[in-house]
Nanobody, 130 residues
Framework: QVQLVESGGGLVQTGDSLRLSCVASGGTFSENVMGWFRQAPGKSREFVASLSWSGEYTYYRDSVKGRFTISRDNAKNTLYLQMSSLKPEDTAVYYC???????????????????????WGQGTQVTVSA
C-alpha cells in the first residue's frame, strides 16, 4: 500500500524559510513524476511545483518561482520542497503527490494538473504570519 507522508510544516514569519519533506513507502518513486500542491482555506487545491521522472526538469507556479525549490533524494525515497522568502499568501496545507506511472513524460500543462497524480499525502500546514 502506497503512502506519502509529509512533514516540516509550521508557523513562521514573513521572510522565513521552511523545508517540507514527503516520505514515500509501499513503492519506489525514483522514476515517477512527483509534485507539491497546496490548498488555502476556502480555495481549491493548486499546483505549486513538480519534478519530471528523471529529475531533469522542474516546474513551478509563477508566484513561487525563485523562492521555492523542489528536489528528490532517491536513496531516501523522499521529495522535498525548500521554501524561502515566505509570504502570508503562501499559507496553506501543502500536499505531496506522485504519479503511479514510471518514466512517464508529459507535455507541460500535465505537470500542473491534479489528474496526473495518483497518490496523495495527508498534507502539512504552513502558516506564514505578517
Amino acid at each position: 500500500q502506497v503512502q506519502l507522508v509529509e512533514s516540516g510544516g509550521g508557523l513562521v514569519q514573513t521572510g522565513d524559510s521552511l523545508r517540507l519533506s514527503c516520505v514515500a513507502s509501499g513503492g519506489t518513486f525514483s522514476e515517477n513524476v512527483m509534485g507539491w500542491f497546496r490548498q488555502a482555506p476556502g480555495k481549491s487545491r493548486e499546483f505549486v511545483a513538480s519534478l519530471s521522472w528523471s529529475g531533469e526538469y522542474t516546474y513551478y507556479r509563477d508566484s513561487v518561482k525563485g523562492r521555492f525549490t523542489i528536489s528528490r533524494d532517491n536513496a531516501k525515497n523522499t521529495l522535498y520542497l525548500q521554501m524561502s522568502s515566505l509570504k502570508p499568501e503562501d499559507t496553506a496545507v501543502y500536499y505531496c503527490a506522485a504519479d503511479k506511472n514510471r518514466r512517464r513524460t508529459y507535455t507541460g500543462p500535465n505537470y500542473y494538473s491534479r489528474s496526473t497524480y495518483d497518490y496523495w499525502g495527508q498534507g502539512t500546514q504552513v502558516t506564514v504570519s505578517a
